[in-house]
């Protein structure tokens, strides 16, 4: 099992950052690939960004040159660095782990942080 607990979300005005992060216990050492997926209400959720085991990184087109996926391996933590803010941003934002263990894929994900653009 993987637990996820997300933390840094928050209310912050259009234009604004906010630095979420994700720190992964449990059995760890198989995870191939971390990410953010984000959810606005009567909105179905929706990758944000991910990032490999070997760095790789993609990003919706929405997030493109405002946020930014990172990790830093000695933690077990991700980070998502938003900039530039806006509203249409608003939504609870999920952590996502897939793990790869005896070639059986399984995936797990955090409880999830508000984060509120005000206009």
């Known amino acids: 099992q993987v637990q996820l607990v997300e933390s840094g979300g928050g209310l912050v005005q259009a234009g604004g950052s906010l630095r979420l992060s994700c720190t992964a216990s449990?059995?760890?050492?198989?995870?191939?690939?971390m990410a953010w997926y984000r959810q606005a209400p009567g909105k179905q959720r929706e990758l944000v960004a991910r990032?490999?085991?070997?760095?790789?990184?993609n990003y919706a087109d929405s997030v493109k040159g405002r946020f930014t996926i990172s990790r830093d391996n000695a933690k077990n933590t991700v980070y998502l660095q938003m900039y530039s803010l806006k509203p249409e941003d608003t939504a609870v934002y999920y952590c996502?782990?897939?793990?790869?263990?005896?070639?059986?894929?399984?995936?797990?994900w955090g409880q999830g942080t508000q984060v509120t653009v005000s206009s």
């Open positions: 449990g059995s760890i050492s198989s995870i191939v690939a």
């Open positions: 996502n782990a897939n793990r790869v263990r005896f070639g059986l894929p399984s995936e797990y």
């Open positions: 990032i490999t085991s070997d760095d790789n990184t």
